[in-house]
T-cell receptor
Framework: DVKVTQSSRYLVKRTGEKVFLECVQD?????MFWYRQDPGLGLRLIYF???????EKGDIPEGYSVSREKKERFSLILESASTNQTSMYLC??????????????FGPGTRLTVT | RKEVEQDPGPFNVPEGATVAFNCTYS??????FFWYRQDCRKEPKLLMS?????NEDGRFTAQLNRASQYISLLIRDSKLSDSATYLC???????????WGAGTKLIIKP
């Protein structure tokens, strides 16, 4: 079974704080993704990575950065948290660029509240 | 216009009934289609892929209509455990990004 874990289920931070969200997958997947999910909007892609040290902007990268130093770990960084970044953050992984399957496996999510 | 649109529901359906919902997509270049299921406060999980010829998995049937740019999901003999939000997902091939609908909430009542 693929397992994707996220460092926290719930997080409360203050405006202006730097926030780190960690994601680890144990199935040697090449692709990793960070989404945020808000009511009525569906999942929106923030950043993704298809290899170590590689990153690509998704649809809403502003205010976020990422780091992928090891294949199994993909970190999302909020440089200066703002209240409009209050959301559910979901990390996902998928097998590889060469595979035709696009199935993504998700972590349990981190509900971040910025006050 | 959203790239992938779904009726948010909720669809309130009695146990044992058949329920169907659609999802429309705006980009005719879309190549791959999926239904994911998300339980309350849980992560999304793949329910089924949607093939051009349509496909069935037990009580679930998925259909694709390229001419009208929509996909559908039919659930027969619905169970209480089918209560969830169903997410329509589209991929335009040549990359591995998925475009997600906002989901349709289904509530099965005893």
């Amino acid at each position: 079974d693929v397992k994707v874990t996220q460092s926290s289920r719930y997080l409360v931070k203050r405006t202006g704080e730097k926030v780190f969200l960690e994601c680890v997958q144990d199935m040697d997947h090449e692709n990793m993704f960070w989404y945020r999910q808000d009511p009525g909007l569906g999942l929106r892609l923030i950043y993704f990575s298809y290899d170590v040290k590689m990153k690509e902007k998704g649809d809403i990268p502003e205010g976020y950065s990422v780091s992928r130093e090891k294949k199994e770990r993909f970190s999302l960084i909020l440089e200066s948290a703002s209240t409009n970044q209050t959301s559910m953050y979901l990390c996902a992984s998928s097998l590889s660029r060469a595979q035709s399957t696009y199935e993504q496996y998700f972590g349990p999510g981190t509900r971040l509240t910025v006050t | 216009r959203k790239e992938v649109e779904q009726d948010p529901g909720p669809f309130n359906v009695p146990e044992g009934a058949t329920v169907a919902f659609n999802c429309t997509y705006s980009n005719s270049a879309s190549q791959s289609f999926f239904w994911y299921r998300q339980d309350c406060r849980k992560e999304p999980k793949l329910l089924m892929s949607v093939y051009s010829s349509g496909n069935e998995d037990g009580r679930f049937t998925a259909q694709l209509n390229r001419a009208s740019q929509y996909i559908s999901l039919l659930i027969r003999d619905s169970k209480l455990s089918d209560s969830a939000t169903y997410l329509c997902v589209v991929n335009m091939d040549s990359n591995y990004q998925l475009i997600w609908g906002a989901g349709t909430k289904l509530i099965i009542k005893p």
